[in-house]
Nanobody, 124 residues
């Protein structure tokens, strides 16, 4: 089993940037496809991005494509989400996720493991 801890959230003005990190422990990161999800108040949790074990395949939600970049460093067991050109509608709790299947499976079903989340607030 893997444990996931997110960091890097905070308050930023519209148009600004943040980089989220997700540190994995318990099992090596390379054992899992990884993803990021978010949940805004009053809304369901939604898929943001996913990356395969060797970074060869990457997927994004349409709402973040061209603005967000997911990456991973298996050597230090960390996954990142670089968020640029942030908008107020990006305000949400962001969750890191790990899955034993393939990366794009997280688009249609809930991943196997979740982090505790980190809050991102974008002011207008």
């Amino acid at each position: 089993q893997v444990q996931l801890v997110e960091s890097g959230g905070g308050l930023v003005q519209a148009g600004g940037s943040l980089r989220l990190s997700c540190a994995a422990s318990g099992r090596t990161l390379s054992s899992y496809a990884m993803g990021w999800f978010r949940q805004a108040p009053g809304k369901e949790r939604e898929f943001v991005a996913a990356i395969s074990r060797n970074s060869a395949s990457i997927y994004y939600a349409d709402a973040v494509k061209g603005r967000f970049t997911i990456s991973r460093n298996n050597a230090n067991n960390t996954v990142y989400l670089q968020m640029n050109s942030l908008k107020p509608e990006d305000t949400a709790a962001y969750y890191c996720a790990a899955d034993r299947g393939i990366a794009n499976s997280m688009i249609i079903r809930s991943p196997d493991y979740w982090g505790q989340g980190t809050q991102v607030t974008v002011s207008s």
